[in-house]
């Protein structure tokens, strides 16, 4: 099993709402990582899970909260988003960190908030 | 800070034609990686080098460590292959740093 799964594949939420994003891997990886990707630009990092502890966060709004309830699972935790908040967000592994092994990424949830 | 950057942004090609993109970036790395992204989101990894040249399928990709640049090669192009592809550097104690990407169209 080579495969990152996200689910939902689309959300949209209000302003108000609290949502989550979930993905998840069963090839062992040690490294998660969440990115946010706007139209026609490169995808921008977001967090990175080492060995299930946050290691990177890049000053990211408190309204993106990650978790990682454990090696295989990642989540994204949503609350009181932004009209530019909509993006597609990526989630991706790789068997260590700091881009040293192949990254396997998921399909991505397009979130729009209205 | 490493920047990695691409060339063309955008290529347009008939069904057929050999295809190169290029990447360089500034900063020593450990590993170079090569992206496929189709419309639909998801991305693809191709390619992961650290040196020389790597051959799957139609695609081939090299690198040169000394002059800091990767190419990515598609032989016989088809329209399936219309995608964005992305360049990231990784290692050496950074994380992926990705390219702006080049957008490929192929036509029939």
């Not at chain 1, 454990?70 to 609350?79: D, E, F, R």
């Not at chain 2, 450990?30 to 139609?58: C, D, E, N, T, Y």
């Amino acid at each position: 099993d080579t495969e990152v799964t996200q689910t939902p594949k689309h959300l949209v939420m209000g302003m108000t709402n609290k949502k989550s994003l979930k993905c998840e891997q069963h090839m062992g990886h040690r490294a998660m990582y969440w990115y946010k990707q706007k139209a026609k630009k490169p995808p921008e990092l977001m967090f990175v899970y080492s060995y299930e502890k946050l290691s990177i966060n890049e000053s990211v709004p408190s309204r993106f909260s990650p978790e990682c309830p454990n090696s295989s699972l990642l989540n994204l935790h949503l609350h009181a988003l932004q009209p530019e908040d909509s993006a597609l967000y990526l989630c991706a592994s790789s068997q260590e960190g700091q881009g040293e092994t192949e990254a396997f990424f998921g399909q991505g949830t397009r979130l729009t908030v209205v | 800070k490493n920047e990695v950057e691409q060339s063309p942004q955008n290529l347009t090609a008939q069904e057929g034609e050999f295809i190169t993109i290029n990447c360089s970036y500034s900063v020593g790395i450990s590993a170079l990686h090569w992206l496929q992204q189709h419309p639909g989101g998801g991305i693809v990894s191709l390619f992961m080098l650290s040196s020389g040249k790597k051959k799957h399928g139609r695609l081939i990709a090299t690198i040169n460590i000394q002059e800091k640049h990767s190419s990515l090669h598609i032989t016989a192009s088809h329209p399936r292959d219309s995608a964005v592809y992305i360049c990231a550097a990784g290692g050496n104690g950074q994380n992926f740093v990705f390219g702006p990407g080049t957008r490929l169209s192929v036509l029939p």
